[in-house]
């Protein structure tokens, strides 16, 4: 396993919780990064993602002003600190590594992929 995820848990609405993804290989230093989630029943979307120095980060509508992405290049870890959590952010959440330095929105630009956590916002 090369990305691993972790920090998921149940939390109330209003509540935050902060997802950590190592990267065990050492390979993501030079690539953007990003994170995914995946509601039941629903496809796969983006979240947030940083660029591999991360200098740039990018986030969807939905979790702006509410999440921040970052990362520890010494570390070999991205983070995703999610506040003001609400029940539509219940999710299994899933760390990935961009094919580039700069990463996107698109799932088809990450080439590797952690195994995911859940988070459930309770209301």
């Known amino acids: 396993v090369q990305l691993q995820a972790s920090g998921g848990g149940l939390v109330q609405a209003g509540g935050s919780l902060r997802l950590s993804c190592t990267d065990s290989?050492?390979?993501?230093?030079?690539?953007?990064m990003g994170w995914f989630r995946q509601a039941t029943g629903k496809e796969r979307e983006f979240v947030a993602a940083?660029?591999?120095?991360?200098?740039?980060?990018y986030y969807a509508d939905s979790v702006k002003g509410r999440f921040t992405i970052s990362r520890d290049r010494a570390k070999n870890t991205m983070y995703l600190q999610m506040s003001s959590l609400k029940p539509e952010d219940t999710a299994v959440y899933y760390c990935?590594?961009?094919?580039?330095?700069?990463?996107?929105?698109?799932?088809?630009?990450?080439?590797?992929w952690g195994q995911g956590t859940l988070v459930t916002v309770s209301s």
């Open positions: 990935a590594t961009s094919r580039r330095a700069v990463a996107g929105t698109g799932a088809d630009g990450y080439n590797y």
């Open positions: 290989r050492r390979t993501s230093s030079n690539n953007g």
């Open positions: 940083i660029s591999w120095n991360g200098g740039h980060t």
